[in-house]
């Protein structure tokens, strides 16, 4: 019987230490006013999880739903900005 550990070497060539890229974290950081919008929009839910919504709820969701919105948008423009002046002709 053959043991796989011998060809554990070969399957992953390039060890992983565990921590992101400058890459990834430049990626995150052009992410992070999206990721915060998303956060709150999920807090506006959590809230209304247990009980009846009241007017002051709906007009949190509406809020936090239009924030996710522009913030999508922005990062959309923001991406294709980015590709655009890179010159992919």
């Known amino acids: ?3 796989i550990a011998a060809l554990q070497a070969v399957v992953t060539a390039v060890p992983f230490d565990g921590e992101p890229s400058a890459a990834e974290l430049d990626a995150i950081d052009a992410e992070m006013p ?3 919008a998303e956060i709150d929009l999920l807090d506006a839910e959590i809230i209304t999880l247990d009980r009846t919504p009241t007017m002051l709820d709906a007009r949190r969701m509406r809020r936090a739903v239009g ?3 522009d913030e999508r948008r922005a990062l ?3 991406t294709a900005a980015t590709v655009q002046a890179g010159g992919a002709a």
């Open 76 to 78: 959309a423009n923001r």
């Open 34 to 36: 999206l990721i915060a």
């Open 1 to 3: 019987m053959k043991s």
């Open 67 to 69: 924030r996710v919105l």
